[in-house]
């Protein structure tokens, strides 16, 4: 197999937590600029679905959470379609949680998922992509992890977890010629975010986030963020005082009789 050149038409990437939300988008939206695109999630039937409406998808299922699973996929990724240009390190969940229901068996699925999931999926790719001297890297955090927020006791600590993981692992590959970027998106339209009940500010289309995404993947920055406004206004909360900012984020808390099931998706 002729060999890839990264970011050119006809390169391979992967992208995990690909069956469903700015996953799918993103990987259809390689596709369509020539990219080999393997796809993996757990759900092996909807990822069937997109590779047959779309010959550039190859379906790779697998869960992130094991570690054996990740390294046997970048293996037969690369057997089958050839070495690795771009990682998109995706897959994550959310489970709100609070004082009143705080539970240390979700808040550990969490971190299974967002934080060691990612940690799993890296070690194969990066190991062929030290070997090889090249790569790209992108790992998918949020602006939920910029500071510490409602609802959120799990899901913002394992953002902000991925957010130092990600900036720490740019500074070991900054002599290299690995590319490493961090994606921190705001509230994107989904099935999950649908159901949410509390404001969602600068709401963006799914369609119009993989976009951005793919824009930023192209770039040089080292952080892509969308909505930019939304990013810009909340590193700006960054700098107050935490005795401003918790007295202003509790005013935002859902009440704690806020119906469960309604609560989804944050950014």
Known sequence: MTKNTAGQAGSIAWITGASSGIGAQTAQKLAAKGWHVAITARSSDKLAAMAAANDRLHVFAGDVTDPAAMTDIVTDIENRLGPIDLAVLN???YLPDGLEDF???RFHRQYDVNVNGTANALAPVLERFRARSKGHVAIIASVAGYRGLPRSLGYGSTKAAL??????LAIECA???????LVCPGFVKTPLTDKNDFPMPFLMPVERAAEKLVKGLESRRFEITFPWIFAFMLKMVRLLPHRFYIRMAAATRPAANAPKDKR????
């Open 175 to 181: 002599d290299s010629a690995i590319k490493v970027q």
């Open 103 to 105: 539970n240390v068996t």
């Open 163 to 168: 957010i130092n993981f990600c900036e720490a």
């Open 264 to 267: 989804a998706k944050a950014p």
């Open 91 to 93: 897959a994550g969940t």
